[in-house]
């Protein structure tokens, strides 16, 4: 769910910023038709898999599967729970859920913004978790099926005691994967840029008139459904999330590969098992699919090597086909700042609407000028990604010039999302932005789009790192990355789903900051008083 790609092109070639100390900037940075079917029959199967595994103490794998053949008992209506609703991820599906004709609850251990949707949408909320979630209240009645995050642990009562009763137990992974498999699959992976790059894709299409359905892990202001587009047409617009390779059980007509680098560092144990992860996904794409990568990212551009066992990838003007022993062949189409790729922007520049200006090019030939409203070298390249899927996607239906035409107004509407360089307000001449960064390489390029967009304020940033182990890891990364502002607090550590030991704390990282005056505030409210004070 993270904003900036890690590039190999630096953006002071592109921005000089002027570093008079007048105003402050100050950045927060943290931590129906085709669609029930299968879910249905799933969700069918778990029933008559629950009647006969009730019997018993836990229900087997065979009887935990989901049986497609079965059909739907249209007397009663299906219950599916969710446990950890409140995420962005989960509450998309259960939103999804409600508008497949599903009775649909959900669990989770606080309240949580995108529940404000759900309650609005019919659906029945518990906070904390309890094994009195998942029964009806005189205790005859139970979930059909239970998904679960990926952030719930297997110990969840909830979850327990539906495996106990013989309640089949789905991950999001599987439910996303019967979700999406009727549908032609564009899912957009990478280890930043993501949710921006999923978000930019699904509003272009929906302005462009295509009845999609998609999946976006932030809120989008521009979505009717928050982070949810539901629509009846054959497209599903998802955000692939590598983390527990939630994205394996996937099958896309279309993958967007953005960028690759060691991130989630409590599951991965470094670059090379991340690696492994993005190329076992690639070997998911369907047979005459497409891979639309960042040619400029190094971590991205090694997993060609490795894409096709055996044989060497050929290449051809920015486009490459991999055949392999998995795959008959699937088209690779590069994007990026540099002109070796198929699709590259030249002349990027800053706007006036705080954005960049670029010219659009395929293939050498300078094809449009391109203007966005949301800043960075960053967003640039997740521009250019939308760009080469929407070409590929659309391009039997209209000419490319027509719809470059088109793309290019709807790429110019695009607002953001949150906590993407969020606009919070103005106070007293300062300008406060929330930005969900949290690894070196995205702080790197929020405070970059920053310098872009108010190249002569003093740019203060307050920053919460998110999880102990990513800290302990690329604390040194962080502490060069968090030279690039003017003044840096660093707050106590934001810490989820860590049980081990927390030998580095965010103090050790303030004292890391070599280049910039930093300090440590453990509090957040504390933070708020400081900068209050100090603005005044």
């Known amino acids: 769910m993270s904003t900036s790609p890690a590039t190999s092109v630096s953006d002071s070639r592109y921005f000089q910023p002027n570093f008079l100390e007048k105003v402050k900037i100050i950045v927060h940075l943290t931590g129906l038709r085709h669609k029930n079917t299968v879910l249905e029959k799933c969700i069918l199967a778990s029933k008559k898999n629950r009647r006969i595994s009730l019997i018993k103490t836990r229900a087997t794998k065979r009887e935990q599967h989901c049986n497609i053949e079965h059909l739907k008992d249209r007397n009663q209506q299906n219950w599916v729970h969710f446990v950890g ?12 859920a409600v508008k497949q004709g599903f009775e649909v609850s959900g669990s989770d251990r606080k309240w949580s913004s995108f529940m404000d949707g759900l309650q609005q949408a019919g659906v029945r909320l518990h906070i904390g978790h309890s094994t009195l979630n998942i029964q009806s209240e005189n205790g005859s009645r139970f979930p059909n099926c239970i998904v679960v995050s990926s952030a719930i642990s297997e110990d969840n009562a909830e979850v327990l005691h539906a495996k106990s009763i013989g309640i089949p137990v789905y991950k999001r992974d599987y439910w996303l994967a019967k979700l999406t498999e009727n549908h032609k699959l564009i899912a957009v992976s990478g280890t930043h840029g993501k949710s921006t790059t999923s978000a930019l894709l699904a509003y272009v299409l929906k302005s462009m008139g295509d009845d999609l359905m998609a999946v976006v892990g932030a809120y989008v202001s521009q979505f009717p459904g928050g982070n949810v587009i539901w629509g009846d047409g054959p497209h599903f617009v998802l955000e692939a999330d590598e983390y527990d390779g939630c994205f394996l059980g996937l099958s896309p007509y279309i993958a967007v590969l953005t960028n690759v680098e060691w991130e989630h560092v409590d599951f991965f144990q470094d670059e090379e098992a991340v690696k492994t992860f993005f190329r076992r996904f690639l070997k998911r794409i369907r047979v005459g699919g497409h891979l639309i990568i960042c040619g400029d990212d190094v971590g991205a551009r090694s997993l060609l090597d490795y894409t096709s066992e055996g044989s060497k990838p ?58 966005l409203q949301i800043p960075g070298a960053h967003n640039v390249l997740n521009s250019l990604a939308v760009i080469a899927t ?39 001449r300062c300008h406060i932005y929330d930005d969900y960064a949290h690894h070196p390489t995205e702080v790197y390029f929020v405070l970059q789009a920053a310098r872009q967009r108010f190249p002569s304020m003093r740019l203060v940033v307050v920053f919460q790192p998110h999880t102990y182990s990513r800290l302990a890891a690329l604390k040194d990364d962080f502490a060069v990355a968090l030279s690039h502002a003017d003044h840096v607090v660093v707050t106590a550590v934001y810490s989820v789903r860590e049980a081990g030991p927390r030998n580095v704390c965010g103090k050790d990282l303030a004292t890391s900051i070599i280049s910039s005056p930093s300090e440590y505030i453990p509090s957040l409210s504390l933070t708020v008083s400081r900068m209050t004070w100090s603005i005044n």
């Open 85 to 96: 609703v409140g995420g962005c991820g989960l509450s998309a599906l259960a939103l999804i």
């Open 314 to 371: 050929e290449h051809a003007s920015g486009t490459m086909l991999v055949t392999s022993s998995d795959v008959d062949g699937y088209n690779i189409i590069t994007y990026g700042i540099s002109s070796t790729n198929e699709w590259h922007a030249s002349s990027i520049c800053p706007n006036s609407k705080g954005g960049s200006d670029y010219v659009l090019c395929h293939k050498g030939q300078p094809l449009a000028n391109i203007s």
């Open 390 to 428: 929407v070409t590929v996607l659309l391009q039997g239906q209209r000419q490319v010039h027509e719809l470059i035409n088109s793309l290019k107004l709807h790429l110019l509407d695009f607002i953001g999302l949150s906590r993407r360089f969020e606009r919070i307000g103005k106070i007293h």
